[in-house]
């Protein structure tokens, strides 16, 4: 069994919830008195391509919220999604802890994030103190399950897949990583996550 080099992990879902997920956005809805299925519908057809780079948020608002007339600014709606961005309990201090324990191991993200999301979601929860580097959809133009979003970070960490870990909430998302050869994990929760890495590097 190869040497494990480097852990791959996702953010959302894993280390902090999907800050702009289906709950967020329902809670923005009826915060500022927005029709939800309307802005469900533009979110699905915009916010793909805000998530790899290819538009500002303030485009994919422009889309989603403020394509008409409304009695709040911008700034307003944007402090509120960034407030939606919570930690998930234990995950990022266990990581920091075991980070520290296994030295010889990189850890590195690979999420779908738009990029001021994912600013904010870097500095606000001091995510450095995590990963080593960021493999974010927004700054490399594609976004998982795309197969070239792995490979490139195998490129970046100059490693073959069997030499890497993954862990993800999406069943899809750690699929996709699996069928590059990555050793790849389902994360359910901290304890069984936990569990599953200190394990399988104990061996």
Not at 6 to 13: H, R
């Amino acid at each position: 069994m190869a040497k494990i080099k480097v852990l791959f992990s996702d953010i959302g879902g894993v280390l902090l919830n999907n800050g702009w997920g289906h709950e967020s956005r329902m809670k923005a809805a009826k915060h500022f008195g927005l029709d939800y299925p309307t802005m469900d519908i533009l979110h699905n057809f915009i916010f793909n391509v805000y998530e790899i780079g290819k538009i500002s948020l303030d485009d994919y608002l422009h889309t989603v919220v403020f394509n008409k007339p409304r009695n709040f600014s911008a700034g307003t709606f944007k402090k509120f999604m960034f407030d939606q961005s919570i930690k998930l309990p234990g995950m990022i201090d266990w990581l920091i802890s075991w980070r520290k324990r296994n030295p010889g191991v990189a850890i590195i993200a690979i999420n779908n994030e738009g990029k001021e999301l994912n600013d904010y979601r870097i500095k606000k929860f001091g995510l450095h103190a995590c990963f080593d580097a960021f493999i974010s959809s927004c700054e490399v133009g594609m976004r998982k399950p795309d197969p070239g979003i792995f490979q490139l970070a195998l490129g970046i960490a100059q490693v073959e897949p069997r030499q890497c870990f993954y862990m993800d909430d999406r069943p899809m998302l750690s699929e996709a990583a699996a069928k590059l050869g990555i050793r790849a994990y389902t994360h359910q929760n901290l304890e069984a996550t936990t569990k599953k890495i200190e394990n399988f590097f104990r061996k």
